[in-house]
């Protein structure tokens, strides 16, 4: 079983800049595709990026594509996101989900996803 643990998250205005990492445990991480999700309050838990088992691949929601930058550094065990010119609507929570694969197939979807951090909160000011 894989645990993430996420961190990095804060109070920014908006314009500004965050990254977040997420730390993982497991012998296996570097045979498990990443995602970042959020999720504001009263709403669902939506798709953010990510990024195949070896890093050559990634999909980002329509949203965030240009401003938003994932990665994984698979012998740290970590996964980031770097998001940049952030925006009120980008006020969630932001959770770090790993799933197993065996390829480069990029699921966007939430329930495609058995492993899940505890979440980290970004708040973009006006």
């Known amino acids: 079983q894989v645990q993430l643990v996420e961190s990095g998250g804060g109070l920014v205005q908006a314009g500004g800049s965050l990254r977040l990492s997420c730390a993982a445990s497991g012998r296996t991480f570097s045979n498990h595709a990443m995602g970042w999700f959020r999720q504001a309050p009263g709403k669902d838990r939506d798709f953010v990026a990510v990024i195949s088992r070896g890093g050559g691949a990634t999909a980002y929601a329509d949203s965030v594509k240009g401003r938003f930058t994932i990665s994984r550094d698979n012998a740290e065990n970590t996964v980031y996101l770097q998001m940049n010119s952030l925006k009120p609507e980008d006020t969630a929570v932001y959770y770090c989900?790993?799933?197993?694969?065996?390829?480069?197939?990029?699921?966007?979807?939430?329930?495609?996803?058995?492993?899940w951090g505890q979440g980290t909160q970004v708040t973009v000011s006006s």
């Open positions: 989900a790993a799933r197993y694969s065996l390829g480069s197939y990029l699921s966007q979807i939430v329930t495609e996803y058995p492993f």
